[in-house]
């Protein structure tokens, strides 16, 4: 079943064309790895497709609802309920503990907070951090910070996942536990993910690499 669609998209910041007429699917429980040169585009085509920004011309399907047209309200609302992110900067807030970073995109769902802290244990505990969900983000290490980022993408249970050079600031070791984890996710719970990724060792461990190349996009 196909979770995200894209047909003919392009983008261009004033005279700099990045993205031509780009079509690429992406089925349920599939990880499939985006590279390319630095500059190519890569984080831009991950942007659009999350919804964070917006392509010139074409379509985009999640899930089979076409996204595309609809008013930043409800673009807010579908990325909120069906889109997960990981990013190789953590994002998470200083101030609160693992478990109260996890529970915020539920609570922006208006899931209730008992709920939310359940389901972020539940997420936690597989993630094996049930020792750490107090400790604040200054408090972990780089890969513990990258896990409670993985909780917190899936505690809505998106439809898909994309992560931006999810290992980029890891090393190999910690790196190699976090694609295991991600695997994981997919066989234990049909996740999906789209993986933006420098890593020539990741993007072969994929089930699918798509090249940008050239303001476009193929396997291989």
Do not use: W
């Amino acid at each position: 079943m196909t979770v995200l669609s894209a047909q003919n998209i392009s983008k261009s910041y004033g005279n700099l064309e990045v993205l031509k007429n780009l079509s690429l699917q992406i089925d349920r429980a599939e990880i499939a790895a985006i590279v390319g040169k630095s500059g190519s585009g890569k984080s831009t085509l991950l942007h659009i497709l999350g919804t964070l920004d917006t392509p010139d011309n074409g379509q985009i399907l999640i899930d089979q609802v076409e996204i595309t047209g609809m008013s930043s309200k409800e673009i807010s609302k579908v990325r909120n309920e069906n889109i997960g992110f990981i990013f190789q900067f953590h994002h998470l807030l200083g101030e609160f503990s693992a478990k109260e970073n996890v529970i915020i995109p539920a609570l922006v769902k208006g899931t209730k907070k008992q709920v939310a802290l359940q389901k972020a244990e539940e997420l936690l505990n597989y993630l094996g951090l049930s020792d750490r969900m107090s400790h604040k983000p200054s408090q972990l290490s780089g890969g513990e910070q990258q896990r409670v980022a993985v909780a917190r993408a899936l505690i809505n249970d998106p439809k898909i996942i994309f992560a931006d050079e999810p290992t980029g600031n890891l090393d190999d070791s910690t790196s190699e536990e976090l694609f295991k984890l991600i695997k994981q996710l997919r066989d234990d719970y049909q996740q999906t993910f789209v993986i933006v990724t420098h890593s020539k060792d990741i993007a072969n461990q994929c089930d699918r690499v798509l090249t940008l190349s050239n303001k476009n996009i193929a396997d291989g």
